[in-house]
C-alpha cells in the first residue's frame, strides 16, 4: 500500500512537500512516481525517480520548481514544491512501477496511492 500526505491549503509562490510511505511490501526496487489530477481534467504526469534515487524526470510544467527524492531505508517517496502556482491545485498521487526505471505513462504503474488536495490560492 502507498499513503500519500501532506497536501493542504497554499498561497501562491509557497511550498509544499507531499510524502509516500510504502507500507506492506518494499518499494525499493520499484520506480516511484508522482501523478496530479485537477478537477475535469485527466491524470497527469509530474515527476518520477528511478529505483536507485539516481535518475529523476519532471514535467516541463513543474521542472525548476519541484524536486522528487526518495529515502529506500524509510519506504519513502517525497516531493518537494516551491514556488506553487494555483495552475498546480490538483489532487496529488503517488504510484510505483515495477520495472525500476521509471516512465511517464500512468498506465504502467502497479500501485497507487489514495492522493491527497493540494490547493494553491491567488
Known amino acids: 500500500q502507498l499513503q500519500a500526505s501532506g497536501g493542504g491549503l497554499v498561497q501562491a509562490g509557497g511550498s509544499l512537500r507531499l510524502s509516500c510511505a510504502a507500507s506492506?511490501?518494499?518499494?525499493?526496487?520499484?520506480?516511484m512516481g508522482w501523478f496530479r489530477q485537477a478537477p475535469g481534467k485527466e491524470r497527469e504526469f509530474v515527476a518520477v525517480i528511478s529505483w536507485k534515487g539516481s535518475s529523476t524526470y519532471y514535467a516541463d510544467s513543474v521542472k525548476g520548481r519541484f524536486t522528487i527524492s526518495r529515502d529506500n531505508a524509510k519506504n519513502t517517496v517525497y516531493l518537494q514544491m516551491n514556488s506553487l502556482k494555483p495552475e498546480d491545485t490538483a489532487v496529488y498521487y503517488c504510484a510505483a512501477q515495477g520495472s525500476g526505471v521509471g516512465t511517464t505513462s500512468l498506465i504502467e504503474y502497479d500501485y497507487w496511492g489514495q492522493g491527497t488536495q493540494v490547493t494553491v490560492s491567488s
Open positions: 506492506g511490501r518494499t518499494f525499493s526496487r520499484y520506480a
